[in-house]
């Protein structure tokens, strides 16, 4: 055997060994518990699907699946945290619509690239946004709503839960399509902006599901239309964006399940295998059902290209609005 065959058998040895590892630790997975980042403080809808899933997850894992909340920064240091995290499948996050999709857009400079530095291991759920008004506003119809503020440019405060959020971006569309002005007033996080809507200092605001239904339940809000493409089941008698005069409106917060760049394939195999098996369980189907989720099984392409195409149309928004964080 001459120098270059006995390189090439060595090379070739050299690959059978690491394909052989990598083989065999992917069977052995997991080991250990895995930790499950979620980038907003418990009680929210993301918090919720999140440890509704991991506790499913658990059963077929044969591991703790463990939530450790990372608030903060639009979800970037979350997203920055993973992305720097070892690709053994025992570090995983819940990714909204701000890492998937707005960030991107938002930022001029990002930790992290979320096309290159995540492997998207699938989608878990998705729930519309509803928007809502203070009880006692003048408009009960989404049509009187641009009719009333129309007439009063710039005079009409609207709420979020922060720059950027899913619900920051939805009202900036329905501005864009409407050809409205308003004033926004950013809040810092979902449950402040609710009360000063339930007291009146702000009029006008999109509700998540998980968070919001409870306060349409008891009138402390009233819903004028809901951003899915059907009527929502919990709210039969509230037409969509696009029957209240808004078409092809679709506004939604997307929940999916990244890890960092660079899985081993048989173990994001393995997670979104997991992940699918527990959004078909009953229980949490149930669970899902009762905060108005919509579960969103599928392969890893799928939830890229997904997330990908909402990067694109969102983006659009983001730019006509001149929206920007630091």
């Known amino acids: ?115 290159k530095d995540f492997s998207y291991i699938g989608a878990m759920g998705r729930f519309p946004l509803v928007l809502v008004v203070n009880p006692s506003f003048p408009a009960k119809t989404v049509k009187e709503l641009v009719d009333y503020v129309s007439k009063n440019p710039d005079k009409i405060p609207y709420a979020s839960p922060g720059i950027g959020t899913p619900h920051h971006i939805a009202m900036e569309l329905i501005k864009q399509k409407a050809n409205l002005s308003m004033q926004h007033i950013a809040y810092k996080g979902q449950a402040p902006a609710m009360q000063d809507l339930f007291g009146g200092q702000v009029n006008v605001m999109f509700f998540d599901t998980p968070s919001g239904m409870q306060h349409i339940a008891a009138g402390k809000v009233r819903p004028l239309a809901v951003g899915s493409t059907k009527r929502f089941p919990l709210l039969p008698d509230v037409p969509t964006l696009a029957e209240a005069g808004l078409p092809d409106t679709e506004v939604f917060v997307l929940q999916g399940l990244l890890g960092p760049a660079g899985l081993p394939p048989a173990v994001r195999t393995r997670l979104n295998a997991e992940l699918n098996k527990a959004l078909g369980d009953p229980g949490v189907n149930k669970r899902f059902a009762d905060f108005g989720i919509e579960p969103v099984p599928g392969t890893p392409a799928q939830f890229r290209q997904l997330a990908r195409a909402e990067s694109t149309k969102w983006g659009r928004v983001i730019r006509t609005g001149k929206i920007e964080l630091e």
């Open 1 to 115: 055997m001459d120098r270059r065959d006995f390189l090439a058998a060595g090379a070739a040895l050299s690959t059978a060994s690491a394909f052989s590892a990598r083989s065999a630790f992917a069977q052995e997975f997991p080991t250990q518990p895995i930790k499950w980042i979620v980038p907003y403080p418990p009680g929210g809808g993301t918090d919720v699907l999140a440890r509704t899933l991991a506790e499913a997850m658990r059963v077929g894992l044969g591991q703790p699946v463990l939530v450790d909340n990372r608030p903060g920064a639009a979800t970037n240091i979350a997203g920055e945290a993973v992305a720097r995290s070892k690709p053994d499948g025992y570090t995983v996050m819940s990714a909204d619509n701000a890492i998937l999709t707005f960030n991107e857009h938002l930022f001029k400079k990002l930790p992290f690239n979320p096309e």
